[in-house]
């Protein structure tokens, strides 16, 4: 069975004071690693203090972005020897926001991943549809085509331990959530569109979450469903009560 996975998405929310507290809250919270993985992935500023904040605990911090190369004259960025140097472990690539503001491309998006690999970073990669794409009916073409843009050339043992994350546009951060059925079954196509191309192994292993208003009162529903194995959430996860809450849901599983 695949253990679920729930990771919180702060964006650019906190100071580091209210994050270092937040882990210090959650910390003290009982949750089973056993049966549900738990991430944070913080502004890149918080990431060294909220490593040394989590160390000991079931929690794992992850970074939001990276950039490709390993260094060189990028103002501003962020590289992954930079990130494992802080003992970081996953690192959100390609989110929808990213794509959006920054000019994020599925080519792009494939140099983090195994840039992300390269650095012993787990990647959590961001695909999903806008608004205009679901009602043409595009919605699994055009995220079969961000999975395998996103995937190309990684080996199965990469993307065995990888983390897809279905993201439609229109539920981010909006309170509309996809139905359970529906984004089941758009993650039912990222599994299927793997098995294609990586085989039957590759495809069952792998980790899909959905995001997009995901909260306490939809979260049972949602990993009720066969192909959702956890989510990446954006506001629910800035509170500890409420993070905790769809943590006890993934263990419930
Ligand atoms: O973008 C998201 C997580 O990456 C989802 O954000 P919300 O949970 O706030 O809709």
Same mark, same amino acid.
């Given at each position: 069975m695949r253990k679920p996975v729930i990771a919180g998405n702060w964006k650019m929310y906190k100071t580091l004071t209210e994050a270092k507290?937040?882990?210090?809250?959650?910390k003290g919270k009982q949750v089973d690693s056993s049966?549900?993985?738990t991430i944070i992935c913080a502004p890149a500023l918080f990431l060294e203090q909220l490593v040394h904040?989590?160390?000991?605990?079931?929690?794992?911090i992850g970074a939001q972005n990276m950039h490709e190369e390993k260094e060189g004259a990028f103002t501003g960025e962020v590289s992954?020897?930079?990130?494992?140097?802080?003992? !970081? /472990?996953?690192? %959100?690539?390609?989110?929808s926001e990213?794509?959006?503001y920054f000019n994020e491309t599925d080519d792009s998006v494939n140099k983090k991943v195994k840039a992300a690999f390269e650095n012993n970073l787990t990647p959590i990669i961001c695909v999903g549809e806008t608004l205009e794409q679901r009602e043409q009916n595009?919605?699994?073409?055009? !995220? /079969?085509?961000? %999975?395998?843009?996103?995937i190309e050339g990684l080996t199965e043992e990469q993307l065995i331990q990888s983390?897809?994350?279905?993201?439609?546009i229109w539920a981010i951060g909006t309170g509309k959530t996809a139905t359970a059925d529906d984004a089941n079954d758009v993650c039912q196509a990222i599994r299927e569109t793997v098995l294609d191309s990586f085989g039957e192994e590759v495809a069952s292993s792998l980790r899909i979450q959905y995001g997009g208003s995901v909260k306490p009162e939809n979260i049972e529903e949602l990993l009720s469903k066969e192909h959702i194995d956890g989510a990446l959430v954006g506001g629910a996860s800035l509170q500890?009560?409420?993070f905790v809450k769809l943590l006890e849901a993934g263990e419930n599983v």
């Open positions: 507290d937040f882990v210090e809250q959650l049966k549900v993985e904040a989590a160390k000991d605990s079931f929690i794992s992954g020897p930079q990130l494992k140097d802080l003992g !970081v /472990s996953y690192v %959100v690539i390609g989110h990213r794509r959006q595009e919605t699994e073409t055009i !995220v /079969s085509n961000q %999975v395998m843009a996103a983390i897809i994350a279905y993201e439609p500890v009560d409420s």
